[in-house]
């Protein structure tokens, strides 16, 4: 299965992960000094707005997630329609900081309302895996994930990067209590371990071949890793995964869940994590096979306790790995899925 | 089917949806009067943020680009777990409108948080049911829905009603240009004329009636319709639906749809919804079926052009009718779908 000629792109570039986050959180306490500069230039921040699309936008619920945490701050996912179909101006976001999340730096309309959250007196901090885009130079700050290019469709470590970078911005943001540089550090470690321990996916895989459509459940880290696995899924596999918060989860979806729908449980060691393993016994009830990664998974070794938001990163690979041996399993190149494109161009 | 004894709660309850929302359009404009008055006895607001669960969720995104488009300032769905699993309190939401939507107002998590923020110098406005409930007295202004007691398990007539308040305090909040009380007086006639115009949702339906799975895709007004109606799919059928923003969906998610996984498309007359038909095409080529209701929709004519947010309850009775018809269809009795209760209980 490992040397499939399916996926080729989209397996070198989750294995360039360990790599790219270490090299990253090398930067992670400058990064979170120039943010803290920002804020401490001015009044202080107001609240933190996020700017994103797509996979981008899972990195960013893990921003909002580290920020509401440790600073407290108000936070904000941006509706681009709001700003491009309705035309709104966003003049009342002064003193906030604008995160704007874009792998190439260079899709117009997330270009097009960062410019225009700056002109109106926020600062804008660019994530970008090109410090050349037009993104990067519309901002104040510039934080480039040196990822390399990224070629398969489904994005991979530019996410997991993208991930590391709102905790470092996080780690500015907040006083104190997150992931710092030193749990950064040692999480692009984890982040290897868990790439050479593939038992764990190759049972899930086994156990998921078949299916058409699943649920993907995780609560606090794990629920932007269940909504970025849920997405890695529906575009390399076409198959229909549906990511959730384990708290809505048990009061009405759970419902489509049965023997042909599965529920992927992503579990880790945080303190919202075990409401996520509090839905086994209702799944079984149901007769939903369940595949569980972390660190409540007897199966699911290579995923330790870490205790803090960084585990989001672990999920996230868990997914990658399971949407890759799917896909090898199914005979389907996930490096190029019909009629999709890198960069997105959103009227 | 329609006098099937299947869902005959639901069904009662989505016809009262008329009477309800007339009934709440004449206190619009107090509504929103009420609101502004909170926002002129400070310094002004400085944002509103959004706290809620499940359908009430989906009100609350509506509620957020109506305000974003109408009084530009920031918005910020409350994530209840930063609060409840990680303990951290709001301080810096001093000025802020905290609006929370529960339909009982009896949910702990709901009343617990509200409490929290309304200590931190939010102003709180419950949206609720029940005007003795323990959050509508824990708040500086209590927003009766009177849509009086809901007994069927899928909230409707609860759901549209928090629509049309977050309408209401979104008017109190900005500066015209949104639905004021005369559109939510029309509106009301409009989803009484949708109510008694069945035939588009018929057709849809047995189009639907084999189907497993299936994406529900909007965009502005008629994302949180999109959610909500995949929600009541969800609930009331067991089907896997899942909610898109067509901007997202193109990008990736599209790959799930084919020949067994039918798109829905809800597209109304506001300015995003061009993006949604642009599907069309697209998802022809993938062999997909396509279910669609909005002003664009030859087949249904029961949907005016109002031109504004409140297509969104249109959508949402859309969605509401196919989950009932597909239910009857099946023989699924959705007042009381299997294992599911009214009052959720998050730890």
């Known amino acids: 299965v490992i040397d499939s000629p399916?996926?080729?792109?989209?397996?070198?570039?989750?294995?360039?992960?360990?790599?790219?986050?270490?090299?990253?959180?090398?930067?992670?306490?400058s990064i979170a000094a120039a943010v803290r500069e920002i804020g401490e230039a001015g009044?202080?921040?107001?609240?933190?707005?996020?700017?994103?699309r797509g996979s981008s936008d899972n990195a960013a619920l893990l921003g909002r997630y580290a920020i509401e945490q440790q600073a407290g701050l108000p936070t904000s996912?941006?509706?681009?329609?709001?700003?491009?179909?309705?035309?709104?101006?966003?003049?009342?976001?002064?003193?906030?900081?604008?995160?704007?999340?874009?792998?190439?730096?260079?899709t117009p309309e997330i270009v097009?309302?960062?410019?225009?959250?700056?002109?109106?007196?926020?600062?804008?901090?660019?994530?970008?895996?090109?410090?050349?885009?037009?993104l990067a130079r519309a901002a104040r700050l510039s934080v480039a994930l040196e990822a390399g290019p990224e070629l398969a469709v489904p994005a991979t470590k530019t996410v997991t990067a993208?991930?590391?970078?709102?905790?470092?911005i996080a780690a500015g943001v907040g006083s104190g209590g997150g992931v710092g540089a030193e749990e950064a550090a040692r999480l692009a470690g984890e982040v290897a371990a868990l790439l050479g321990?593939?038992?764990?996916?190759?049972?899930?895989?086994?156990?998921?071949?078949?299916?058409?459509?699943?649920?993907?459940?995780?609560?606090?880290?794990?629920y932007p890793a269940a909504l970025e696995s849920a997405l890695k899924l529906q575009e390399t596999l076409g198959v229909m995964a549906h990511g959730f918060s384990s708290a809505d989860f048990r009061h009405g979806?759970?419902?489509?869940?049965?023997?042909?729908?599965?529920?992927?449980?992503?579990?880790?060691?945080?303190?919202?994590d075990d409401d996520t393993r509090a839905l086994r016994g209702e799944l079984a009830l149901r007769g939903a096979p369940i595949v569980e990664f972390g660190t409540g998974a007897a199966a699911d070794g290579g995923w330790p306790a870490l205790g803090h938001m960084g585990e989001c990163l672990l999920a996230t690979v868990r997914g990658q790995q399971l949407a890759l041996s799917l896909a090898r399993r199914l005979g389907i190149d996930p490096d190029q899925p019909a009629g999709?494109?890198?960069?997105?161009?959103?009227?």
Request: with cysteine.
């Open 197 to 222: 321990d593939t038992a764990p996916v190759e049972a899930a895989a086994r156990t998921l071949a078949a299916v058409r459509s699943l649920a993907v459940v995780g609560r606090g880290a794990c």
């Open 162 to 168: 993208q991930m590391m970078a709102v905790l470092a």
């Open 77 to 106: 996912l941006v509706a681009p329609s709001v700003l491009t179909a309705y035309h709104r101006e966003p003049e009342h976001f002064r003193g906030w900081l604008l995160i704007a999340l874009s792998q190439s730096g260079r």
């Open 112 to 134: 097009d309302i960062a410019e225009r959250f700056g002109r109106n007196g926020a600062h804008v901090v660019a994530v970008t895996n090109d410090a050349d885009s037009q």
């Open 253 to 272: 979806p759970i419902a489509v869940c049965g023997r042909d729908v599965p529920a992927l449980l992503l579990a880790g060691s945080g303190p919202a």
């Open 340 to 347: 999709l494109n890198k960069v997105t161009l959103t009227a």
């Open 6 to 29: 399916l996926g080729r792109l989209m397996g070198a570039e989750m294995a360039e992960q360990p790599e790219v986050l270490a090299r990253l959180a090398g930067r992670f306490a």
């Open 43 to 52: 009044d202080g921040l107001r609240g933190v707005a996020f700017l994103a």
